[in-house]
Nanobody, 116 residues
């Protein structure tokens, strides 16, 4: 079994920062990609950022220049540093782990609320 656990969400004022963490454990085998998705009320889940083995990263246009994804491959951990947060960033953020065997795993989600 694989466990994916997120942490770091919360309430922050516009312009503030948060750092999300996600750790994968269990029978992970070899991870191909780790990433963050988010889902706001009434909207579809969307990719925020991803980091693939080998160093490639991908960001949603709406977060470029504000969010930074990073991985610690030795710890099967991925982070999302979120700066200059806006109310439209409010959503449940989900961690996603894809391994080279085609396994696709999700965390339970962590709420991020940007409000004054």
């Amino acid at each position: 079994q694989v466990q994916v656990v997120e942490s770091g969400g919360g309430l922050v004022q516009p312009g503030g920062s948060l750092r999300l963490s996600c750790a994968a454990s269990g029978r992970i085998y070899r991870i191909f990609r780790m990433g963050w998705y988010r889902q706001a009320p009434g909207k579809q889940r969307e990719l925020v950022a991803s980091a693939s083995t080998g160093g490639g990263t991908n960001y949603a246009e709406s977060v470029k220049g504000r969010f930074t994804i990073s991985r610690d491959s030795a710890k099967n951990t991925v982070y999302l540093q979120m700066n200059s947060l806006k109310p439209e960033d409010t959503a449940v953020y989900y961690c996603n782990v894809v391994n080279t065997n085609g396994g696709d795993y999700w965390g339970q989600g962590t709420q991020v609320t940007v409000s004054s």
